[in-house]
Nanobody
Framework: QVQLVESGGGLVQAGGHLRLSCAAT????????MGWYRQAPGKQREWVAT???????NYADSIKGRFTASRDYGKNTVHLQMNSLEVEDTAVYYC??????????WGQGTQVTVSS
């Protein structure tokens, strides 16, 4: 069974930074793509970033240039470095892992709150 555990959320002022982490346990292969979604209050969950097994990254336009995804293959962990945070980045951030069958696994989420 795959489990994902996020950490690193918190309260930060606009312009500040946070680093989220997601540790994966279970039947994990380094080829499995992982990524991040977020859900703001009253809004649908939206895609933020993806990092492939090869380390290639893709980002949503709203965070491009401010957020950076990275992957520690030895620890089955992905990180999301978030810089120049804006109030609009306030959301619960979820880690996702997709296995070969197409099934998605989700973490429990970590709250990020950006104050003005």
């Amino acid at each position: 069974q795959v489990q994902l555990v996020e950490s690193g959320g918190g309260l930060v002022q606009a312009g500040g930074h946070l680093r989220l982490s997601c540790a994966a346990t279970g039947s994990i292969l380094s080829i499995h793509p992982m990524g991040w979604y977020r859900q703001a209050p009253g809004k649908q969950r939206e895609w933020v970033a993806t990092i492939t097994g090869a380390g290639s990254t893709n980002y949503a336009d709203s965070i491009k240039g401010r957020f950076t995804a990275s992957r520690d293959y030895g620890k089955n962990t992905v990180h999301l470095q978030m810089n120049s945070l804006e109030v609009e980045d306030t959301a619960v951030y979820y880690c996702i892992l997709t296995i070969a069958s197409g099934r998605n696994y989700w973490g429990q989420g970590t709250q990020v709150t950006v104050s003005s």
